[in-house]
T-cell receptor, first 114, second 115 residues
């Protein structure tokens, strides 16, 4: 099965700085890589995703890069703001038995210090 | 936001009791999931159903029994609750096309505390 590792587990940055969270995966068949943000006491919500035929995707201050050869993908947040403080989960989705399975990383708690 | 809803939101109960959590989605999705999030915030998949059919069962104790009466509903029944069952349980749904994977939409979570 798929194994997803996520680093760091905690990250503190000053407001306005950039934050980078990295994930690696093991199954080369993985073809969809979403990132979820979970604010305290709330549900996880998708913030950005990337498919295996794309190397980079950007949405305003958020970007995701994918290196299929090395089997790693990263989330980049620029100009961080206090409201970016949350737990971020990466995930890798792969075909299995006619369906898509998904494995989540262990989460990164991001704290943006005003 | 009522796309994926769960009831109850909070559940406090005694060890040994049996309880159920209900989930409904109005997105027309084919696939629904149950996740357990422990105190360390790890999101662990428990079950997945596609059109009422069980497709994923991740070595969950058989005290946990999911039921999907139709593709818009996925309920979770837990027998003989144990202290270690205390966690937040999230329901989620996705369209689950065969190619490429899909976004999962999560419910608000059910906070279960077993005393």
């Amino acid at each position: 099965g798929e194994n997803v590792e996520q680093h760091p587990s905690t990250l503190s940055v000053q407001e306005g700085d950039s934050a980078v969270i990295k994930c690696t995966y093991s199954d080369s068949a993985s073809n969809y890589f979403p990132w979820y943000k979970q604010e305290l006491g709330k549900r996880p919500q998708l913030i950005i995703d990337i498919r295996s035929n794309v190397g980079e995707k950007k949405d305003q201050r958020i970007a995701v890069t994918l290196n299929k050869t090395a089997k790693h993908f990263s989330l980049h947040i620029t100009e961080t703001q206090p409201e970016d403080s949350a737990v971020y989960f990466c995930a890798a989705s792969y075909p299995s038995g006619g369906y898509q399975k998904v494995t989540f990383g262990t989460g990164t708690k991001l704290q943006v210090i005003p | 936001d009522t796309a994926v809803s769960q009831t109850p939101k909070y559940l406090v109960t005694q060890m040994g009791n049996d309880k159920s959590i209900k989930c409904e989605q109005n997105l027309g999705h084919d696939t629904m999931y149950w996740y357990k999030q422990d105190s360390k915030k790890f999101l662990k998949i428990m079950f997945s159903y596609n059109n009422k059919e069980l497709i994923i069962n991740e070595t969950v104790p058989n005290r946990f029994s999911p039921k999907s009466p139709d593709k818009a509903h996925l309920n979770l029944h837990i027998n003989s609750l144990e202290l270690g069952d205390s966690a937040v349980y999230f329901c989620a749904s996705s369209q689950d096309r065969l190619a490429g994977g899909e976004t999962q939409y999560f419910g608000p979570g059910t906070r279960l505390l077993v005393l």
